[in-house]
Protein backbone atom coordinates (compact mmCIF):
# COMPACT_ATOMS: atom_id res chain seq x y z
CA UNK A 1 0.00 0.00 0.00
CA UNK A 2 1.16 3.89 -0.38
CA UNK A 3 1.76 6.01 1.77
CA UNK A 4 -0.72 9.17 1.93
CA UNK A 5 1.92 12.03 0.54
CA UNK A 6 1.72 15.15 3.36
CA UNK A 7 1.61 18.00 0.94
CA UNK A 8 3.96 20.76 2.48
CA UNK A 9 3.38 22.90 -0.45
CA UNK A 10 -0.41 23.34 -0.16
CA UNK A 11 -0.20 23.74 3.73
CA UNK A 12 2.33 26.17 3.27
CA UNK A 13 0.32 28.61 0.90
CA UNK A 14 -2.82 28.23 3.42
CA UNK A 15 -0.59 29.33 6.22
CA UNK A 16 0.92 32.51 3.91
CA UNK A 17 -2.84 33.11 3.34
CA UNK A 18 -3.26 33.09 7.11
CA UNK A 19 -0.21 35.45 7.30
CA UNK A 20 -1.82 37.85 4.84
CA UNK A 21 -4.83 38.44 6.41
CA UNK A 22 -3.34 38.84 9.69
CA UNK A 23 -0.54 41.24 8.09
CA UNK A 24 -3.77 43.29 6.68
CA UNK A 25 -5.50 43.62 9.85
CA UNK A 26 -1.83 44.89 11.57
CA UNK A 27 -1.56 47.50 8.58
CA UNK A 28 -5.03 48.33 9.31
CA UNK A 29 -3.93 49.48 12.49
CA UNK A 30 -1.39 51.23 10.82
CA UNK A 31 1.57 48.61 11.92
CA UNK A 32 3.43 47.24 8.87
CA UNK A 33 5.72 43.75 10.32
CA UNK A 34 8.55 44.36 8.93
CA UNK A 35 11.34 41.47 8.79
CA UNK A 36 14.89 42.61 8.45
CA UNK A 37 17.62 39.93 6.96
CA UNK A 38 21.05 39.95 7.51
CA UNK A 39 23.32 38.11 4.95
CA UNK A 40 27.21 37.96 5.07
CA UNK A 41 29.33 36.70 2.41
CA UNK A 42 28.18 35.41 -0.95
CA UNK A 43 27.86 31.92 -0.95
CA UNK A 44 25.14 30.93 -3.64
CA UNK A 45 22.59 28.34 -1.37
CA UNK A 46 22.49 31.71 1.79
CA UNK A 47 21.94 33.89 -1.47
CA UNK A 48 18.98 31.39 -2.67
CA UNK A 49 17.56 30.86 0.91
CA UNK A 50 17.68 34.99 1.28
CA UNK A 51 15.76 35.30 -1.59
CA UNK A 52 13.28 32.90 -1.19
CA UNK A 53 12.50 34.29 2.53
CA UNK A 54 12.42 37.61 0.81
CA UNK A 55 9.35 36.52 -1.64
CA UNK A 56 7.63 34.77 0.92
CA UNK A 57 7.68 38.19 2.56
CA UNK A 58 6.44 40.05 -0.77
CA UNK A 59 3.66 37.91 -0.83
CA UNK A 60 2.23 38.79 2.60
CA UNK A 61 2.25 41.95 2.70
CA UNK A 62 5.47 41.59 5.16
CA UNK A 63 8.06 44.84 4.32
CA UNK A 64 11.40 43.50 4.10
CA UNK A 65 14.99 44.58 4.04
CA UNK A 66 17.76 42.76 3.18
CA UNK A 67 21.47 44.21 5.04
CA UNK A 68 24.30 42.31 2.68
CA UNK A 69 27.91 42.58 4.01
CA UNK A 70 30.72 41.22 2.36
CA UNK A 71 32.31 38.28 2.92
CA UNK A 72 35.43 40.00 5.12
CA UNK A 73 33.00 41.82 7.11
CA UNK A 74 34.19 42.14 11.09
CA UNK A 75 32.17 40.24 13.48
CA UNK A 76 31.41 44.33 15.17
CA UNK A 77 29.97 45.45 12.28
CA UNK A 78 27.70 42.71 12.46
CA UNK A 79 26.71 43.21 15.93
CA UNK A 80 26.70 46.87 15.44
CA UNK A 81 23.88 46.69 12.72
CA UNK A 82 22.13 44.01 15.10
CA UNK A 83 21.87 46.41 17.98
CA UNK A 84 20.66 49.44 15.30
CA UNK A 85 18.03 47.05 14.13
CA UNK A 86 17.21 46.11 18.00
CA UNK A 87 16.72 49.54 18.25
CA UNK A 88 14.41 50.31 15.46
CA UNK A 89 10.68 49.82 16.82
CA UNK A 90 9.82 49.71 12.92
CA UNK A 91 11.83 46.16 12.38
CA UNK A 92 9.55 43.42 14.32
CA UNK A 93 11.55 40.66 13.36
CA UNK A 94 15.28 39.86 12.71
CA UNK A 95 16.69 37.00 10.93
CA UNK A 96 20.73 36.04 10.25
CA UNK A 97 21.27 33.96 7.73
CA UNK A 98 23.36 30.91 9.09
CA UNK A 99 26.43 30.09 8.17
CA UNK A 100 28.19 32.76 8.81
CA UNK A 101 32.07 33.79 7.64
CA UNK A 102 34.36 32.18 9.79
CA UNK A 103 35.70 34.99 11.59
CA UNK A 104 32.25 35.87 13.12
CA UNK A 105 30.42 33.99 15.82
CA UNK A 106 27.13 33.09 14.68
CA UNK A 107 26.32 32.04 18.93
CA UNK A 108 27.84 35.88 19.71
CA UNK A 109 25.21 37.26 16.85
CA UNK A 110 22.43 35.20 17.52
CA UNK A 111 22.48 35.78 21.38
CA UNK A 112 22.98 40.17 20.30
CA UNK A 113 19.43 39.75 18.73
CA UNK A 114 16.59 40.75 20.93
CA UNK A 115 14.82 37.66 21.96
CA UNK A 116 11.39 39.73 20.76
CA UNK A 117 12.63 40.05 17.61
CA UNK A 118 14.38 36.84 16.92
CA UNK A 119 11.70 35.17 14.95
CA UNK A 120 14.20 32.35 14.19
CA UNK A 121 13.67 30.94 18.03
CA UNK A 122 17.49 30.70 18.57
CA UNK A 123 17.99 33.04 21.00
CA UNK A 124 19.21 31.69 24.64
CA UNK A 125 16.34 32.93 26.07
CA UNK A 126 13.62 31.68 23.58
CA UNK A 127 15.99 27.94 23.54
CA UNK A 128 15.30 27.83 27.48
CA UNK A 129 11.36 28.97 27.20
CA UNK A 130 11.21 26.15 24.90
CA UNK A 131 12.73 23.75 26.78
CA UNK A 132 11.33 25.05 30.18
CA UNK A 133 7.63 24.08 28.34
CA UNK A 134 7.26 28.54 28.36
CA UNK A 135 5.57 30.16 25.55
CA UNK A 136 8.16 31.10 22.82
CA UNK A 137 9.31 31.94 19.02
CA UNK A 138 9.82 28.86 17.79
CA UNK A 139 12.53 27.82 15.19
CA UNK A 140 10.33 27.35 12.30
CA UNK A 141 11.74 23.67 10.61
CA UNK A 142 10.19 22.12 14.07
CA UNK A 143 7.23 23.66 14.45
CA UNK A 144 6.48 23.22 10.70
CA UNK A 145 6.48 19.64 10.91
CA UNK A 146 4.48 19.79 13.82
CA UNK A 147 1.92 21.79 11.62
CA UNK A 148 2.35 18.65 9.13
CA UNK A 149 1.59 16.62 11.66
CA UNK A 150 -1.51 18.35 12.79
CA UNK A 151 -2.83 19.00 9.21
CA UNK A 152 -2.61 15.31 8.55
CA UNK A 153 -4.19 14.47 11.60
CA UNK A 154 -1.55 12.53 12.78
CA UNK A 155 -1.89 11.51 16.41
CA UNK A 156 1.10 12.72 18.86
CA UNK A 157 0.27 12.02 22.27
CA UNK A 158 1.18 8.85 23.32
CA UNK A 159 2.99 7.58 20.63
CA UNK A 160 6.43 6.56 19.89
CA UNK A 161 8.35 9.90 17.86
CA UNK A 162 11.97 9.38 16.72
CA UNK A 163 14.13 11.94 15.69
CA UNK A 164 17.38 11.40 13.35
CA UNK A 165 19.46 14.19 13.68
CA UNK A 166 20.42 16.55 17.13
CA UNK A 167 21.15 20.15 15.71
CA UNK A 168 20.22 23.43 17.58
CA UNK A 169 18.16 24.32 14.74
CA UNK A 170 16.08 21.08 13.71
CA UNK A 171 16.56 17.61 16.06
CA UNK A 172 16.72 19.11 19.22
CA UNK A 173 13.71 21.89 19.30
CA UNK A 174 11.90 19.43 17.19
CA UNK A 175 12.56 16.85 20.08
CA UNK A 176 11.09 19.42 22.75
CA UNK A 177 8.09 20.50 20.81
CA UNK A 178 6.95 16.25 20.39
CA UNK A 179 7.66 15.87 23.81
CA UNK A 180 5.26 19.32 24.26
CA UNK A 181 2.54 17.36 22.88
CA UNK A 182 3.31 14.21 25.00
CA UNK A 183 4.61 12.15 22.37
CA UNK A 184 7.66 9.55 23.47
CA UNK A 185 10.79 10.76 22.17
CA UNK A 186 14.06 9.21 21.18
CA UNK A 187 17.00 11.51 19.58
CA UNK A 188 19.45 9.70 17.24
CA UNK A 189 22.06 11.14 16.18
CA UNK A 190 25.90 10.20 14.30
CA UNK A 191 27.26 8.41 17.43
CA UNK A 192 24.22 6.10 18.29
CA UNK A 193 24.66 2.23 17.84
CA UNK A 194 22.18 0.25 15.65
CA UNK A 195 20.24 3.46 14.38
CA UNK A 196 17.58 0.88 12.28
CA UNK A 197 16.58 -0.69 16.12
CA UNK A 198 15.56 2.86 17.09
CA UNK A 199 13.59 3.68 13.90
CA UNK A 200 11.91 1.06 13.27
CA UNK A 201 10.17 1.72 16.70
CA UNK A 202 8.63 5.15 15.37
CA UNK A 203 5.59 5.72 14.78
CA UNK A 204 6.92 9.06 14.04
CA UNK A 205 9.94 8.99 12.46
CA UNK A 206 11.45 12.89 11.37
CA UNK A 207 15.03 12.37 9.64
CA UNK A 208 16.87 16.09 9.89
CA UNK A 209 20.75 14.67 9.32
CA UNK A 210 21.68 15.72 6.00
CA UNK A 211 22.46 12.31 4.74
CA UNK A 212 20.99 11.20 1.54
CA UNK A 213 19.40 7.98 1.61
CA UNK A 214 19.96 7.25 5.21
CA UNK A 215 16.50 5.81 5.84
CA UNK A 216 16.07 2.46 4.14
CA UNK A 217 12.69 1.01 4.14
CA UNK A 218 13.72 -1.78 6.19
CA UNK A 219 14.27 0.75 9.04
CA UNK A 220 10.25 1.72 8.98
CA UNK A 221 7.80 0.61 10.86
CA UNK A 222 4.70 -0.74 8.36
CA UNK A 223 2.15 2.25 8.66
CA UNK A 224 4.17 4.78 10.46
CA UNK A 225 4.43 8.41 9.74
CA UNK A 226 7.82 9.75 8.21
CA UNK A 227 8.64 12.92 8.28
CA UNK A 228 11.78 14.01 5.90
CA UNK A 229 13.99 17.32 6.86
CA UNK A 230 16.96 16.27 4.84
CA UNK A 231 17.76 18.76 1.37
CA UNK A 232 20.75 17.27 -0.09
CA UNK A 233 21.61 18.76 -3.70
CA UNK A 234 23.31 15.38 -5.74
CA UNK A 235 25.84 15.58 -8.08
CA UNK A 236 23.52 16.08 -10.84
CA UNK A 237 21.80 18.80 -9.36
CA UNK A 238 18.86 17.38 -8.28
CA UNK A 239 17.71 17.78 -4.41
CA UNK A 240 16.84 14.90 -2.51
CA UNK A 241 15.89 13.96 1.16
CA UNK A 242 17.44 11.83 3.90
CA UNK A 243 14.76 9.00 3.07
CA UNK A 244 14.87 6.82 0.48
CA UNK A 245 11.10 8.02 -1.04
CA UNK A 246 10.29 5.70 -3.47
CA UNK A 247 10.99 2.77 -1.30
CA UNK A 248 9.98 3.80 2.06
CA UNK A 249 6.65 5.39 0.52
CA UNK A 250 5.41 1.66 -0.05
CA UNK A 251 5.87 0.96 3.63
CA UNK A 252 4.87 3.94 5.37
CA UNK A 253 1.35 5.13 5.93
CA UNK A 254 2.13 8.56 5.74
CA UNK A 255 5.70 10.63 4.10
CA UNK A 256 6.70 14.07 3.14
CA UNK A 257 8.05 14.32 -0.16
CA UNK A 258 11.62 16.49 -0.82
CA UNK A 259 11.09 18.99 -2.13
CA UNK A 260 7.67 19.99 -1.29
CA UNK A 261 7.67 18.60 2.33
CA UNK A 262 8.88 20.30 5.46
CA UNK A 263 11.14 23.27 3.06
CA UNK A 264 8.04 25.44 2.28
CA UNK A 265 6.59 25.19 5.90
CA UNK A 266 9.83 26.51 6.85
CA UNK A 267 9.36 29.53 5.19
CA UNK A 268 5.95 29.94 6.47
CA UNK A 269 6.43 29.82 9.80
CA UNK A 270 9.13 32.40 9.39
CA UNK A 271 6.27 34.23 7.99
CA UNK A 272 3.91 33.22 11.21
CA UNK A 273 6.38 34.35 13.49
CA UNK A 274 7.08 37.73 12.23
CA UNK A 275 3.33 38.67 12.23
CA UNK A 276 3.16 37.32 15.39
CA UNK A 277 6.46 39.74 16.19
CA UNK A 278 4.72 42.63 15.05
CA UNK A 279 1.05 41.77 16.66
CA UNK A 280 3.23 41.55 20.11
CA UNK A 281 5.28 44.41 19.55
CA UNK A 282 2.72 46.66 18.70
CA UNK A 283 0.48 46.09 22.21
CA UNK A 284 3.94 47.64 24.11
CA UNK A 285 5.81 50.60 23.21
CA UNK A 286 9.18 49.39 24.48
CA UNK A 287 9.94 45.64 23.74
CA UNK A 288 12.23 44.44 27.08
CA UNK A 289 14.32 41.41 27.02
CA UNK A 290 12.25 38.35 29.45
CA UNK A 291 10.26 41.26 30.40
CA UNK A 292 7.12 39.80 32.14
CA UNK A 293 5.23 42.09 29.64
CA UNK A 294 6.32 39.98 27.13
CA UNK A 295 6.02 36.52 28.30
CA UNK A 296 2.10 37.36 29.39
CA UNK A 297 1.60 38.88 25.88
CA UNK A 298 3.31 35.80 24.11
CA UNK A 299 1.04 33.37 26.36
CA UNK A 300 -1.86 35.01 25.10
CA UNK A 301 -0.89 34.74 21.61
CA UNK A 302 0.11 30.86 21.73
CA UNK A 303 -3.04 30.28 23.70
CA UNK A 304 -5.27 31.99 20.11
CA UNK A 305 -2.48 29.61 18.13
P1 LIG B 1 23.52 19.42 11.17
O1 LIG B 1 24.64 18.97 10.30
O2 LIG B 1 23.68 20.60 12.04
O3 LIG B 1 23.07 18.19 12.09
C1 LIG B 1 22.94 16.90 11.58
C2 LIG B 1 22.55 15.96 12.71
O4 LIG B 1 22.37 14.66 12.14
C3 LIG B 1 23.62 15.83 13.80
O5 LIG B 1 23.00 15.78 15.05
C4 LIG B 1 24.28 14.48 13.48
O6 LIG B 1 24.76 13.82 14.66
C5 LIG B 1 23.14 13.71 12.84
N1 LIG B 1 23.61 12.71 11.90
C6 LIG B 1 24.48 12.89 10.86
N2 LIG B 1 24.70 11.71 10.23
C7 LIG B 1 23.98 10.78 10.87
C8 LIG B 1 23.82 9.39 10.72
N3 LIG B 1 24.46 8.72 9.76
N4 LIG B 1 22.99 8.74 11.57
C9 LIG B 1 22.33 9.40 12.55
N5 LIG B 1 22.45 10.74 12.75
C10 LIG B 1 23.27 11.41 11.92
O7 LIG B 1 22.29 19.59 10.18
P2 LIG B 1 20.91 20.42 10.35
O8 LIG B 1 21.19 21.87 10.21
O9 LIG B 1 20.14 19.92 11.53
O10 LIG B 1 20.18 19.93 9.02
C11 LIG B 1 19.88 18.58 8.77
C12 LIG B 1 19.31 18.44 7.38
O11 LIG B 1 18.09 19.15 7.32
C13 LIG B 1 20.17 19.02 6.26
O12 LIG B 1 19.99 18.24 5.11
C14 LIG B 1 19.60 20.40 6.05
O13 LIG B 1 19.82 20.87 4.75
C15 LIG B 1 18.15 20.13 6.29
N6 LIG B 1 17.37 21.29 6.73
C16 LIG B 1 16.20 21.46 6.10
C17 LIG B 1 15.38 22.50 6.49
C18 LIG B 1 14.06 22.66 5.80
O14 LIG B 1 13.51 23.73 5.82
N7 LIG B 1 13.53 21.59 5.22
C19 LIG B 1 15.77 23.40 7.48
C20 LIG B 1 16.98 23.16 8.13
C21 LIG B 1 17.78 22.09 7.74
Redesign the pocket.
Given at each position: MAAAIIDGRRLAAQVRSECRERVQALVSARITPQLAVVLAGDEPASRIYVQNKLKACEEVGVASTLHALPHDAAEEDVLSLIRALNADPHVHGILVQLPLPPQISAQRVIFTIEATKDVDGFHLYNVGALAAGEPTFAPC?PQ?VMRLLDAAAIPIEGQHAVV????N???KPMAMMLMRRHATVTV?????RD?RAHTLQADILVV????PG?IKADMVRPGGTVID????RLPDGSIVG?VDFAAVATKAGHITPVPGG??PM?IAMLMLNTVEAAAAQSKFRRTWQCSEEWHAQNADLQKAR
Open positions: TGVGASIVGCHVKTLAAGRLVGINDVGT
